[in-house]
């Protein structure tokens, strides 16, 4: 199993470019299954979350041609609409394609997913939202099997909470059903509006995304688009705390800083310097000593769960008691421990983190749990005096493209070993 292993105390300098987004890709993705067109999508980042939906985009019967960063799909004819339980396991967002294939073939067989080292994750709401549009949906054996032979029927959806996928995947049912669906309290992602625009470059009818209320009228086919990818926001953000845990001066190149406000407020309150030299790039400088800060995860525009763990990691190195408290995912603190084993001063206290600082951070053998914790441990073995090793690098690899090249070119002292 692959290590990271970074000598930290660097402070990172320098320009560092963000990739297309993971999450926006995914659902992109997914939409191809929508037409028997040909769809061309532009900035896919090579993680291995991206490898996953491909191949369950194959194993339903598309074709799929990956050339560096652009992808080309064409879903002439689905011949199984069904993700097996080998792909699902492996990543939830497997889901998303439960949606455009009941849209599309009219009925569509997908595997439950299990646990989730984050919490719970129930895919209930996805569920509901479909028999809202006319789907007759059973599960047996751990599968999700759903149909709707006549095809769906629009109708006003009203999601219980929020919840990203579940926007999406609705979403894509509902630009092929007859007449008009409306989604209320539907997620205002960035990653839900891109997905809009990309339906709506494939010929589909859809208001509000991007708002917590869409309007979707119905089409009876999809046509073949090209589609270029938002910038990763986590990414960027994950960059523009490393930048300022080692503090550095480092600038985050294409990334879209309107998708970033919640988090440049809270680097601005912690100290950190934050200018925009272009309207694509960031950049983070320290100038004086970090300050506690709190933050409470919300949905989007409030402060993304996916920075959460990257940010506790800052918070160990300002003054101050900081409260961190986590309100999508129940489960979402297992990099505290292993952050704890750097140094780092942290009680938890059901939802709530309770960060001293600064203590020094030194490097330690830590293990990496979840995509984003692995990301807090990356950011706080950058700014630890000595070597961390990072066993289970597999998480991060799942969503964060070429992480020891970019983190090198800026200075870190960062290898991958066996
Ligand atoms: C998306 O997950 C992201 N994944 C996650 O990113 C992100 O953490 C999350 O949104 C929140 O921003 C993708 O976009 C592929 P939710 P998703 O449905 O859609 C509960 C990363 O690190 N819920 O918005 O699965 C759920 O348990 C990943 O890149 C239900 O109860 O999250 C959670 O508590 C991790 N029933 C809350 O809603 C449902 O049917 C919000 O989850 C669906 C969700």
Redesign the pocket.
Known sequence: MDKLVIEGGVPLSGEIAVSGS??AA?PALAACLLTAEPVTLHRIPQVRDIRTMLDLIGHVGAEVRVEGGRVMICAGHIESPEAPYELVKTM??SSLVLGPLVGRCGRARVSLPGGCA?????????VAGLEQLGAEVRQEHGYIQAEAPNGLQGANVQFD??????TEDLLMAAVLARGETVIENA?REP?VADLAVLLISMGARIEGAGTSTIRVQGVTKLRGAEHTIIPDR?EAGTFLIAGALTRGDLTVRGCVPEHLRALIAKLQQAGVEVTEPAPDTLRVRVPGRLKNVDITTEEHPGF???LQAQFMALMTQAAGISFVTET??ENRFMHAQELARMGANIRLEGRQAIVAGPTPLSGAQVIASD??ASASLVVAALAAHGETVIDRVYHIDR?YEKIESKLAGVGARIRRIQ
């Open positions: 993971k999450n995914l939830r967002a984050i919490g719970a994750r129930p895919i209930n709401l996805h909470r929020i919840t990203v996928t579940g997620a990653e986590i993304a769960t996916d999508i995912f995509l984003r969503g």
